[in-house]
């Protein structure tokens, strides 16, 4: 609670803010109203919650029941169990596409540099068939649910391995774990522990799984379809038109609505088509990215890529972001090459576009087919191309764009400066009347020792500013950016169930029914999910920002936050630290009964709060 304030006052020493009148927390359920307000940068904030021993419980690995992992690369062997094939996918650039000079693709060629996995194809099993129960936010552009087909238009078996594990998260109770389960399936049957301490950021991965049906009814060629149909898609906006011919990328949108004649007009000529956002349509989609998020703590964001036989949309190039490439329908030959230069190692931007003459040897070349994945680290330089005979269709997912420790320190190093300067004398001290006599680059040979005494100088100084930097408070504001970022939460039936969205009030013979369910001092409560909200301080105030009410469409709506109260903040600290242990309203660090169920009401009310039993109707 005392970091929280000393961040808020840390807040006026930045630009200055515009104050609001509190807010009331009396009400019924469902009537505390949001403001939105632009994104300011925050401070400072450090937990100090009173009951800080409740705590969640550390993520268990889990590993994969009956998958087994074989290396065809060096070092993968020595931490895999022996013998399977899983396919690990190269990740398209943010907004981009890989191209791949014309050539066969007889057989996989990986130098030792590339990690390889393979799975054997597993028999189907049966398997609970409902999805995460999940409503979209009111006001948030959606597709209608369309039905889950395969690339020939049939409706999936309902025991396929995606229908499997979606109905496996439905019962797990603790979102992290959801998290954490569903990257182990993505990267299935590599285990996660080695693919973080081992590749991430480090290797392009290869897994290959031979089960064409891994992925049925994530995104299908018939979905794309039905949302050219049934949505405004706009050129440009939403769905990019391009084709690579004689080294020249070619981007062909025409202007306005993407009607389906267009589209497939421009398919038929050759070009690729990029969906951008598909979650903002695709509503499994949308589930997928929503729980990953999680165990990125970094945006998850995606684009679909489908291109038609004999043809490419893209000339080399690499991204500014990890990417994931689940081939959904037909086949494509992928190549990656490393960072050409130190420099282009984990890139801060996207590049432009490459020649075949500027690239040096794949460090990966393959086909991927339907239910490989494919893995790349930023920087790392790809180009794909359809062959003859079939089309291609691929889900790339991304994460991490501008999530470094250089991106932090940017944040950090300003603040710890301005702070330092106002808190100690010694970097209010006048420089040397004469430095300019023997420092700058005309002096850099210099052997004077005055231009010693000097870089000794900045050294220490510099050395000096780990003591001022805010450093709590700059992670508070990457989180509060996180959330702003992020996916609105998928919902379990449990959490559906046990939340406002699943109090049974309706509109029935002429008037509401089953109203007036209400929180007690016994009500056992904890939050709706981990990472939903964070409570952050700012010009000295603080807020509750949260993730329930954030649109499909990214950055659609301005950030969503409730004001607390001081007295509050330690019983909304214990709340966000305690998932998913339950607590009861009466144990709430608040100053009376009152200000419990005030609090415990409003975020209730909001949807970030479940009960541990359904609230009774009175």
Avoid at 251 to 277: E, F, H, M
Avoid at 343 to 364: C, D, M
């Amino acid at each position: 609670m005392e970091g929280l304030r000393a961040g808020a006052g840390l807040a006026r020493r930045g630009r200055s803010r515009r104050r609001r009148p509190s807010q009331s927390h009396s009400g019924s359920v469902l009537g505390l109203p949001l403001r939105p307000r632009k994104i300011r940068r925050q401070l400072r904030r450090s937990a100090a919650s009173r009951m800080a021993a409740l705590r969640a419980q550390a993520l268990p690995s889990e590993d994969s029941e009956d998958s087994r992992v074989d290396s065809a690369a060096g070092d993968l062997g020595d931490s895999l169990p022996s013998g399977a094939a899983t396919a690990a996918t190269l990740p398209d650039a943010a907004r981009r596409e890989p191209y791949g000079r014309r050539g066969p693709a007889e057989r996989l060629e990986a130098s030792p540099a590339a990690r390889l996995v393979e799975a054997p194809a597993a028999a189907p099993r049966a398997g609970n068939s409902h999805y995460l129960a999940a409503t979209a936010p009111p006001g948030t552009p959606t597709a209608q649910a369309a039905p889950l087909v395969d690339d020939t238009g049939r409706d999936p078996p309902w025991d396929s391995p995606l229908q499997r594990i979606l109905a496996e998260l439905n019962r797990i109770p603790n979102s992290r774990r959801r998290a954490a389960r569903l990257f182990e399936w993505l990267i299935a049957p590599m285990p996660p522990d080695h693919f973080y301490r081992r590749l991430w950021e480090r290797e392009a991965v290869l897994v290959r799984r031979q089960d064409h049906s891994y992925y049925q009814g994530l995104f299908s060629t018939v979905d794309l379809d039905s949302i050219l149909h049934k949505e405004e898609v706009q050129f440009g906006q939403h769905l990019d038109a391009a084709r690579y011919v004689n080294g020249r990328r070619e981007t062909l949108n025409p202007p306005g609505r993407a009607l389906p004649a267009a589209a497939w007009s421009l398919y038929q000529a050759g070009c690729s088509l990029r969906l951008l956002c598909p979650q903002a349509f695709s509503t499994t989609v949308w589930q997928f990215l929503a729980v990953l998020q999680e165990q990125f703590g970094s945006m998850a964001g995606s684009n679909a890529y489908l291109t038609p036989p004999k043809s490419q949309g893209f000339a080399p190039h690499y991204d500014d972001i990890e990417a994931f490439v689940l081939q959904l329908e037909g086949r494509k030959l992928w190549r990656v090459y490393r960072p050409r230069i130190p420099g282009e190692e984990l890139a801060l931007t996207s590049s432009p576009n490459f020649s075949q003459e500027e690239l040096g040897e794949p460090v990966l070349q393959t086909v991927l087919e339907p239910g490989d994945l494919l893995y790349f680290p930023r920087g790392f330089v790809h180009q794909a191309e359809c062959q003859d005979g079939v089309h291609s269709l691929h889900l790339t997912l991304s994460t991490f764009q501008r999530n470094t420790w250089g991106d932090f320190l940017e944040a950090v190093l300003p603040l710890a400066i301005q702070a330092a300067m106002e808190e100690n004398v010694e970097f209010r001290r006048g420089l040397p009347r004469d430095f300019m006599d023997y420092m700058g680059a005309q002096h850099s040979d210099s052997s004077d020792p005055r231009r010693t005494a000097f870089m000794e100088k900045v050294r220490v100084l510099v050395a000096r500013l780990g003591h001022f930097a805010p450093v709590d408070a700059v992670a508070d504001q990457r989180a509060k950016d996180f959330i702003h970022d992020s996916l609105p939460p998928v919902l379990t039936d449990r959490e559906r169930a046990l939340s406002v969205h699943g109090l049974p009030i309706r509109w029935e013979a002429g008037q509401p029914v089953n109203v007036g369910a209400q929180l007690t001092t016994d009500t056992e409560i904890h939050m709706l999910q981990d990472g939903i909200a964070r409570l952050v301080g700012e010009g000295g105030q603080l807020f509750l920002y949260y993730t329930v009410e954030n649109s499909r469409v990214y950055h659609l709506e301005e950030p969503k936050f409730l004001e607390i109260y001081p007295q509050q903040a330690d019983a909304v600290e214990l709340l966000l630290r305690s998932y998913p242990e339950f607590v009861r309203v009466g144990d709430l660090p608040c100053d009376s009964p009152g200000e419990q169920l005030s609090l415990a009401t409003m975020l209730y009310d909001k949807g970030l709060l479940l009960t541990k039993v359904p609230l009774a109707q009175s």
